[in-house]
T-cell receptor, first 117, second 116 residues
């Protein structure tokens, strides 16, 4: 089945530094990938939609300059949390949509637990 | 527009007894519906999906769900709970086709506890 690899699974960083999270579709092409944020004991909040070869589409209230998204190939999207602060600590999950599927070919990564100290 | 309401934030069952996790949806379009499971600090795993075929959908690990258009419901059931079923469950809706078909809307989740 379709597999999405997300790395790292856990990262601890100091305030003010930047962290890059990778989301890679291993056995399918994904023109569209999605980045979600999940606060403790809450549902997933869509942050942005990442489109290969073009700018990401951010949801209202999500800072584009803080959460940089790059989707440079059909199998890789990255999320960079710039100048991280403790309030950015969260669980980040990516999802990739299989180009061959019709509307429901979503596969989720295993998530990244970010802790900013 | 679309929305999902998971009627219970927490469900607790004894091992070996049936599981019922309730989900109601609202959608302006003909919807696709999904149930995902999330174990602690893990990503989401697809349990099952409804995409306008059979209304009774069978998924992995013995779970199934029935799409009831008249009740706008998509409840998740399992005849007999296992300890390994303890997790967070999310009901998700998206348009089945069209330009917005990538837009997944998540419910707030139901935490399932299984008592030995």
């Amino acid at each position: 089945g379709a597999v999405v690899s997300q790395h790292p699974s856990r990262v601890i960083c100091k305030s003010g530094t930047s962290v890059k999270i990778e989301c890679r579709s291993l056995d399918f092409q994904a023109t569209t990938m999605f980045w979600y944020r999940q606060f403790p004991k809450q549902s997933l909040m869509l942050m942005a939609t990442s489109n290969e070869g073009s700018k990401a589409t951010y949801e209202q209230g999500v800072e584009k300059d803080k959460f940089l998204i790059n989707h440079a190939s059909l199998t890789l999207s990255t999320l960079t949390v710039t100048s991280a602060h403790p309030e950015d600590s969260s669980f980040y999950i990516c999802s990739a949509r299989d180009d061959r599927a019709r509307g429901y070919g979503y596969t989720f990564g295993s998530g990244t637990r970010l802790t900013v100290v | 527009a679309q929305s999902v309401t998971q009627l219970d934030s927490h469900v607790s069952v004894s091992e070996g007894t049936p599981v019922l996790l309730r989900c109601n949806y609202s959608s302006s379009y003909s919807p696709s519906l999904f149930w995902y499971v999330q174990h602690p600090n893990k990503g989401l795993q697809l349990l099952l999906k409804y995409t306008s075929a059979a209304t009774l959908v069978k998924g992995i690990n013995g779970f199934e769900a029935e799409f009831k258009k008249s009740e706008t419901s998509f409840h998740l059931t399992k005849p007999s709970a296992h300890m390994s079923d303890a997790a967070e469950y999310f009901c998700v809706v998206s348009p089945s086709s069209g330009a917005g078909s990538y837009q997944l809307t998540f419910g707030k989740g139901t935490k399932l506890s299984v008592i030995p």
